[in-house]
């Protein structure tokens, strides 16, 4: 039986819930680089954790440790999922235990209706939302089934991005920098599905360079700076504290 380690001593760590996720001294290196610096962090079962940090800071690194995508990403670490060990994991196992990361280029596939792509990530079990679900969650979606997923507005890629993870059936998404490019109108609708995708009683990271609203629908926090953990604790303390936010996040 695998144990869990014990993060009770960890810093910060200062919730009592027992965490659904966590990141146990993560290191990765790309070449001879040394990226995520020993990064440690949990997230409780359907929390919104932001995390957070300049650009080059390591968010991007640290998302793609935790879904496993390797190449040319060297990991060394724990990452513990509902109990169960994801760090000696390929990215296709981490997606089959519950994992699903939507990157920042979105990757909607060329040549392939809305409906196609999201039938294309279906393909294999576990799977998750229906079709129908998928549209009773993002209307657009439904509505433009039947075009090129890639000609959609930014914003509808997004949402495609996110019903393909959802297809899945997940216990943590991944989100990288979601809002990217978007207009605020935008983020307000996406901001609305990941509030919905939470009460559903998924958990998700959301790395966003627009802290002021991940901060607003976060629960938490983890704020990284060249590679390693600066803050952890609650989005209410980074937002009323206006010394952090100036060092770290520039805001
Ligand atoms: N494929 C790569 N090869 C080498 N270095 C990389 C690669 N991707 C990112 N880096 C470097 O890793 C550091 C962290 O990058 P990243 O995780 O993308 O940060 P963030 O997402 O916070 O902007 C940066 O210094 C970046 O230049
Ligand atoms: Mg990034």
């Known amino acids: 039986m ?3 380690p014990d993060f009770s001593k960890g810093k910060n760590y200062a919730e009592t819930a027992p965490a659904f996720l966590s990141v146990w001294n993560m290191e990765a290196y790309y070449g001879e680089s040394y990226i995520v610096q020993n990064v440690s962090f949990n997230v409780h079962e359907g929390e919104i954790l932001a ?8 968010k991007t690194s640290t998302l793609r440790s935790i879904a496993r995508i390797g190449s040319p990403l060297v990991t060394h670490g724990e990452i513990w ?6 760090h000696n994991m390929a990215s296709h196992q981490a997606a089959q235990a519950g994992l699903a ?8 596939i060329a040549g392939l209706t809305v ?7 279906q393909i294999a079990p576990p799977v998750g939302w229906s079709l129908e679900r998928l549209y009773e969650l993002f209307p657009r979606l439904g509505e433009r089934r039947k075009q090129e997923g890639v ?3 930014g914003g509808e890629q ?3 991005a996110i019903a393909r993870a959802l297809s899945r059936d997940i216990k943590v998404l991944l989100l990288d920098e979601p809002y990217e490019g978007l207009a605020p109108v935008i983020v307000d609708e996406i901001e609305k599905t990941l509030r919905i995708i939470k009460e559903q009683g998924i958990t ?14 976060a629960d938490r926090a983890v704020i990284l700076d060249t590679g390693s953990v600066v803050f952890d604790g609650t989005a209410a303390e980074v937002l009323g504290n206006d010394d952090l936010r100036a060092e770290y996040l520039a805001i």
């Open 2 to 4: 695998n144990v869990k």
């Open 51 to 58: 995390l957070l940090g300049r650009n080059g800071a390591g």
């Open 81 to 86: 999922l509902d109990h169960q060990p994801l």
């Open 101 to 108: 990361l939507v990157p920042e280029d979105r990757r909607i």
């Open 115 to 121: 409906e196609e792509n999201i039938q294309l990530a």
């Open 151 to 153: 000609t959609l507005s």
């Open 158 to 160: 997004q949402m495609l």
């Open 204 to 217: 998700t990271i959301l790395v966003e360079q627009n802290a002021v609203r991940a901060l607003e629908l």
